[in-house]
């Protein structure tokens, strides 16, 4: 079962979040499991990414798929 406003809380929190601006960051959800897709610069940016999905009610699992090119 997907759940939309997962996603929705999902997506608001990362464009939000002073260390991912401007990223396309792609996110699934399923059962509250929540897998993370795209580019970020850095491992720090991907870490911020996971700590940020990391607070959200309803996360159960996260699956960090992001790929780090550096800028």
Known sequence: MV???LIDRARTALE???HLARKQLRVEN???R???HGVVGSYYQKQMAQET???IAGVAAI???LEVHWE
């Open 63 to 65: 699956d960090n798929l």
């Open 34 to 36: 929540v897998t993370l």
């Open 3 to 5: 759940d939309t406003h």
């Open 16 to 18: 939000s979040s002073p």
């Open 30 to 32: 399923r059962q509250g």
């Open 53 to 55: 999905l990391r607070k």
